[in-house]
């Protein structure tokens, strides 16, 4: 008996420390940093971005890159979602490993929350200085206030050299130069010791005589004023006009020195110019939709009518970042992520080009590792099983047309 337990007990101790190894030496490599946990229906169903553009993958510590796009807000925004009143476009890196050297919407310069209009489409840009070395998988984002963070597609970016050798220069209105990286380090340093060591100068005080039992002792036995001799008050009466002195004092040579100040710049920015999308004259009925459950593709019955001059074909259909083409149509030159960009996913039953005035009913099927990958079918935990996206058509002179589609999405099982 006591054989097989010192055998157990062996074995345990082998197998914690093999897990114990195995956990050491793994390091899984994150492809996503938060989207895939959203509910899908939510990432579906709030914010279009399409037509993005990295301007590269590698840069150099100081140098910028920008991300660019549009984004489209769907009008059927869901309800535990507050509207995108109060907005603000983001990034999602893990840190300032690049500074957002300026951020626009419609070309305005959008450095405080924005106002976001349900149904419209924006246009985008993020200029990023790198900072930081190593590879960063870098999305665009936009914070909604009541609502949370929603994320855009993200795409590794490699960044060179060294963060000893970021700056980040800025003329103030006052004519300065400084560098942001660093500037007025030094005064909060020193102030910041300057009031810590003035208060454990006034601990050390008390502190170098008995403290706590002979004093308890002197306060029960009626005899606390002892405990406070007339020197101890004048060195209190010190330690008190001195801290008043120096606050008044370096107030003022504060204010000599820094003359021209204005406060913290603040407050809603609304009017955003959204893109005046050309009518589309292409027409979409959504006759259904449904997902396997498990499984990696969604299957639409669209009712398609071309009310245009020229012949159309569906090129791609986009969800929740996720990219379907097909590759008859449409080949993507932006270099969109990888993991996002379902380069033949999508199939029409007869994708042939649809006459001017002509009216098809086709069956798509969007399918690619992505819609697990990205958890999309997670859709069947979401209490809200109804799907948004975007479909591109595209005349045979490369003209493009947008069309929004939202239906519900129903699983099948069988
Ligand atoms: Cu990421």
Redesign the pocket.
Known sequence: MKLIKDKVAKLSFVALLVTMTAAIFYTPT??????KSQAAFMRMRTIHWFDLNWSKEEVAINDTMSISGKFHVFAGWPETVDKPEVSFLNV??PGPVFIRAGSWIGGQLVPRSVSLELGETYEFKVLLRARRPGEW???SMMNVQGGGPI?GP?K?VTITGSMGQFTNPLTTLTGQTIDLKTYALDSIYFWHAVWYAIGLAWMLFWVKRPLFVPRHIAVSSGKADSLISAADKKVGVAFALGTVVMLGVTMGTTNEKYPVTTPLQAGLMRGMKPIEMPATTVSVKVDDATYRVPGRAMQMTLTITNNGDSAVRLGEFNTASVRFLDADVLEDESGYPDDLLAEEGLTVSDNSPLAPGETRTVSVTASDAAWEVYRLADLIYDPDSRFAGLLFFFDEDGGRQMVMVDAPLIPSFI
């Open positions: 994150a492809s996503a940093h938060g989207e999602g890196i998988h870098v999305h994320i993200g590794w």
